[in-house]
């Protein structure tokens, strides 16, 4: 009995404590789930020619200072540049959070949009907030989370095992008296 009542105690307030970055992280999780769905979270991925590529690294930024979105003046402007292979895409990611996709083989532009997708990750792991939210807030959330689905999982199977134990007994009071 006393480790139901300290279950419940540890859940009651577990729940309050990492109730708001907990609610973060679920509903940020949900979109990133969602993410290559819905084209406000992340471009729809487009095709580029198969081949072999036909565009150097000093076109790809010639190509990202063309898009006056992106504000790409350097390299310094573009932090990540992904290759699709198979698809034949090349997509350049700007400071300002803009992606440019282009066809590896031609060099096209194939399209440009805002990429929201690596603002909703760093919230959803806290370093939106700050470096130290992450470890110091969200990790401890999560790990509360967890501690919270065992005693949850605990006080759901309390009653079903309680059952079966009083059964037990009722079976063995039976037999004995036989």
Not at 4 to 10: C, E, N, P, Y
Not at 148 to 164: E, V
Request: one cysteine or more; proline letters at 4%; glycine letters at 10%.
């Amino acid at each position: 009995m006393r480790a139901q009542k300290l279950f419940r105690r540890l859940h009651y307030w577990g729940a309050a404590i990492a109730g708001i970055p907990v609610v973060v992280i679920l509903a940020t999780g949900i979109v990133l789930q969602l993410k290559k769905n819905v084209t406000w979270v992340m471009p729809t991925e487009m095709r580029g020619s198969t081949g072999l590529p036909g565009i150097t690294f000093a076109g790809l930024l010639e190509l990202g200072q063309s898009v006056p979105e992106a504000q790409i003046r350097t390299w310094d402007d573009i932090p990540r540049v992904e290759g699709r292979p198979q698809k034949g895409l090349i997509k350049l990611v700007s400071t300002n959070g803009h992606e440019i996709q282009i066809d590896v083989v031609t060099g096209a532009i194939l399209n440009v949009g805002i990429r929201r997708s690596d603002l909703i990750e760093s919230i959803h792991d806290g370093s939106f907030f700050h470096d130290a939210a992450k470890l110091w807030v969200f990790l401890p959330a999560g790990i509360i989370l967890f501690g919270l689905w065992c005693t949850g999982l605990y006080l759901f199977l309390l009653p079903f095992i309680s059952r079966r134990r009083h059964r037990k007994r009722l079976e063995l009071a039976g037999q004995a008296g036989d």
